[in-house]
Structure formats: structure tokens, C-alpha cells
């Protein structure tokens, strides 16, 4: 038996019971390109299986996409709003009441994602923080392209994006919690990305991942970038997932809606 690896001969350090609490702000501008960019894929594959005109197509996602852009960042301004709240956080930056409410459905994965776009608890470190995100100073409008939110316009949509086989969810914005997808970091290597856990390891799962790949928007003129902003002496605790590529994006939703395989495998997308 080895004892080296049980442990014994070192010292185990504890946890302190102090928590702070560390917030970070969202890149929002690369967060609208992201859900700009994969609404746009998979709306043009869908339609595309209609064998609708290819100036039908474009004109209606110019139209429509926008509309779902801005009621998700209604959404996450809702629940970063009662989040912050919580914790007594960036009052400035929350002035407005929310206009989302919770009977406004969006795509299914990214209302996932905005659900757990909330503050969590971290573990396994000596000094244990709690993980706030929340929108940079500065913000109009709940981050929206538009002053007034276009629910009549996105609800007109919304039968079609059923019709297209686009699952819809809800977001429940008085739930403050949510989990480390989006504390992913990453790193660029030539035209292909890595996610780089800034937490330990437990702090991540494979649907941590799925989540973080839905908002993985770039090109080799425009690489991924962070969905928050980290400090420059952020520490990184490997990698979980290698070579992602253009249209990992596109093929997660697609995935989390549950179209068929080869919907879903590389090359058609």
C-alpha cells in the first residue's frame, strides 16, 4: 500500500469559514454576437429544410433574430437583477424593474442557460468565494439593442419557432442561483478553442460545457472571447474540453432540442 498516495505525511488544510463574495462583469457585447451568430445557424437549417427561397430565409432571421437577442437580455436582466439584489451588488447598474416576466418563453437552450447564469458557491479552495455575474456599468435598456422590449413582435414569432421544431422554456428570474458554465475561460490555439476551468475541476460538468459551447461565437478575423471578464492572474485548473471548432455552437442546441444525428454531426452544419 502506498501511503504517499492516501495522504499521510501531509498536511490536510481546511477550508476558512469566510465566504467573500466576487462579482464579474458579463461581455455583453460579445454575448449578443454569440446568440446573434447561433440563432442564425440554426434558424438558416431549419428553414433550409422547408425548401424556403434563400431571400425568404435571410430576410426573416434579419427580422426575427434581433427580437430574440433582446428578450434574452431582458431575461438575464431580470435575473441578475434580483441576484444583485441579494447581495446588495451594483444597485446603479439595476435602477428599472425588470420588464421580462416569466411567461415570455425562449429557445429552450438558451433559457437553460440564462437559468443558470446565477451566482453559485465555490468548494474546494482555502479561501471559498460566491460567484456573482452581472452586467458592466453603464447599461440601458436591460441591454437590449432597442428602448422598449418587442414582446408583441416575439410573440408573433414564437409559433414559428415551434413550427421549426425550436423547443421553448421559460426563465424563472426569482431564482438567483445558477452554476459555473460561464466561469469557463478561453484559450485560442490556431482557429480551434479549449475551455479552461478557472475553478477546481468539481465545480464542472459535461452540461456546464454544453451551456458554455451555445455562446462559442468567432472566426479566424474574430476569435471567441470570454463571456466575462477575468483578471489577468486568474489561476485555471486544466482543461475540460479541447479543439472546439466553428459551429460547436450550433450543434449543441441543436443537440439539446434533440434533432436527429445527422442533423447534429459535422458537415452539415
Excluded at 84 to 99: C, E, F, M, V
Excluded at 255 to 268: R, T
Aim: charge should be negative; proline fraction near 4%.
Amino acid at each position: 500500500m502506498d501511503f504517499k498516495e492516501m495522504g499521510v505525511g501531509y498536511r490536510r488544510v481546511g477550508a476558512s469559514n469566510k465566504v467573500t463574495v466576487k462579482s464579474f462583469d458579463i461581455n455583453v457585447t460579445y454575448l449578443r454576437t454569440a446568440i446573434t451568430d447561433v440563432m442564425t445557424r440554426v434558424l438558416t437549417i431549419r428553414y433550409s429544410l422547408n425548401h424556403m427561397r434563400e431571400s425568404v430565409i435571410n430576410e426573416e432571421i434579419t427580422t426575427y433574430v434581433p427580437h430574440i437577442v433582446n428578450m434574452c437580455m431582458s431575461a438575464l436582466y431580470a435575473k441578475l437583477h434580483n441576484t444583485n439584489k441579494t447581495y446588495g451588488l451594483h444597485a446603479t447598474r439595476y435602477t428599472t424593474d425588470p420588464s421580462y416576466t416569466k411567461d415570455i418563453e425562449l429557445p429552450l437552450p438558451l433559457a437553460l442557460a440564462i437559468q443558470e447564469f446565477g451566482s453559485f458557491r465555490t468548494h474546494s479552495l482555502q479561501e471559498n468565494k460566491i460567484m456573482v455575474p452581472t452586467y458592466p456599468e453603464g447599461t440601458q435598456f436591460e441591454e437590449r439593442s432597442v428602448v422598449d422590449l418587442p414582446i408583441a413582435e416575439y410573440l408573433a414569432y414564437v409559433p414559428t419557432l415551434l413550427q421549426l421544431g425550436i423547443q421553448m422554456k421559460s426563465v424563472d428570474a426569482e431564482i438567483g442561483k445558477g452554476s459555473a458554465w460561464w466561469t469557463y475561460k478561453v484559450e485560442v490555439i490556431l482557429s480551434t478553442t479549449d475551455f479552461l476551468c478557472t475553478l477546481p475541476r468539481s465545480h464542472y460538468s459535461d452540461m456546464s460545457a454544453l451551456l458554455r459551447m451555445l455562446f462559442l461565437s468567432g472566426s479566424e478575423e474574430s476569435h471567441p472571447e470570454d463571456v466575462v471578464t477575468f483578471a489577468d492572474n486568474t489561476t485555471t485548473y486544466g482543461t475540460l474540453v479541447h479543439r472546439l471548432t466553428t459551429g460547436f455552437n450550433s450543434r449543441t442546441i441543436l443537440a439539446l432540442i434533440h434533432s436527429p444525428s445527422e442533423e447534429c454531426s459535422f458537415g452539415s452544419v
